[in-house]
């Protein structure tokens, strides 16, 4: 099984947050399930909680977390799902990266670990959204 990972997890992580241990626990469990993986956007986002590049190359190999691109199949998912967002005049806080990382959840992974499970299952219809604990 093959989990994608949202920043929101990996920021309770790298930040100390009160959900850390949570999330942690949740990374593991998913490690023991199989792979883990990101796409470039969680890459993005998590990168400025690092002095360096390397900091966060480093994090992420310690955490056995691979980068996985975006095909350009799963963002044309993500902008489909955008229209219908957009559509129904959903709120004007979510953006294109929230749309990419569920995209590439649904298209190239098996679930998506994320502390956002709300709009992650009532957008991404179908996708097995875990959440640390």
Known sequence: MKTAVDSSV????????????????????????????VCAVVVAELGRYFASEQDLRDFLADCQIDHDPISMDTACEAARIMRGYARNKGPRERVAPDFLIGAHAIRQADALLTCDAGFYRHYFDGLAVLTPD
């Not at 850390?20 to 949740?26: C, F, L, R």
């Open 10 to 37: 990996l920021f309770d992580i790298v930040k100390g947050a009160p959900g850390a241990s949570a999330a942690q626990k949740a990374l593991e469990a998913a490690l023991s399930r199989g792979g883990v993986c």
